[in-house]
T-cell receptor
Framework: DAGVIQSPRHEVTEMGQEVTLRCKPISGHNSLFWYRQTMMRGLELLIYFNNNVPIDDSGMPEDRFSAKMPNASFSTLKIQPSEPRDSAVYFC????????????FGPGTRLTVT | AQSVTQLDSQVPVFEEAPVELRCNYSSSVSVYLFWYVQYPNQGLQLLLKYLSGSTLVKGINGFEAEFNKSQTSFHLRKPSVHISDTAEYFCAVARSQGNLIFGKGTKLSVKP
């Protein structure tokens, strides 16, 4: 299996622009997670989906952030408008539904907002 | 509510020395526990996991962890570290809702 695929790997954008991060989970995995990692705040769970349905989005920092999962093999995380404080590495992870819930992480997208 | 505490944010150690990274968890239900490793500029990679059975769990790269229910601990150990073990290590516990609760991470720095 190719593992979790994220694109782009690096994104540099100007403040105010829309940013879309993409994720393809491992085939057969029913749960998908979006995380953000910064030096200051560490690893934060933003949102997760079970069977394409958002279960918990309490970690989404602001209304500028939105996530969708239109089908079992694709998810997006969108930031509109972007701000410099959104600069971080964004990880997508997937897992099978049901215990033990171990997650497999993608390589991440490094976002820089100038 | 479940939580994970990693007691050391940074652990410096010399090459070939033993190392222990400490992790304590709180959970009122059966636990599934994990250690992940993150090498610089990479994603998190599963190092080992405890599901049930033997309390001593062996993982990749010579690491092992011991589940201690009475002390609610899941410490990670390696008898002899290499420079290549320099990375950040995360302990995690699974929630019944299906997501993981991660600790804040421990940065292991192996010096020659």
């Amino acid at each position: 299996d190719a593992g979790v695929i994220q694109s782009p790997r690096h994104e540099v954008t100007e403040m105010g622009q829309e940013v879309t991060l993409r994720c393809k989970p491992i085939s057969g995995h029913n749960s998908l997670f979006w995380y953000r990692q910064t030096m200051m705040r560490g690893l934060e769970l933003l949102i997760y989906f079970n069977n394409n349905v958002p279960i918990d989005d309490s970690g989404m920092p602001e209304d500028r952030f939105s996530a969708k999962m239109p089908n079992a093999s694709f998810s997006t995380l969108k930031i509109q408008p972007s701000e410099p404080r959104d600069s971080a590495v964004y990880f997508c992870a997937s897992s099978e539904q049901g215990p033990p819930y171990e997650q497999y992480f993608g390589p991440g997208t490094r976002l820089t907002v100038t | 509510a479940q939580s994970v505490t990693q007691l050391d944010s940074q652990v410096p150690v010399f090459e070939e020395a033993p190392v222990e990274l400490r992790c304590n968890y709180s959970s009122s239900v059966s636990v599934y526990l994990f250690w992940y490793v993150q090498y610089p500029n990479q994603g998190l990679q599963l190092l080992l996991k405890y599901l049930s059975g033997s309390t001593l769990v062996k993982g990749i790269n010579g690491f092992e962890a011991e589940f201690n229910k009475s002390q609610t601990s899941f410490h990670l150990r390696k008898p002899s570290v290499h420079i290549s073990d320099t990375a950040e290590y995360f302990c995690a516990v699974a929630r019944s809702q299906g997501n993981l609760i991660f600790g804040k991470g421990t940065k292991l720095s192996v010096k020659p």
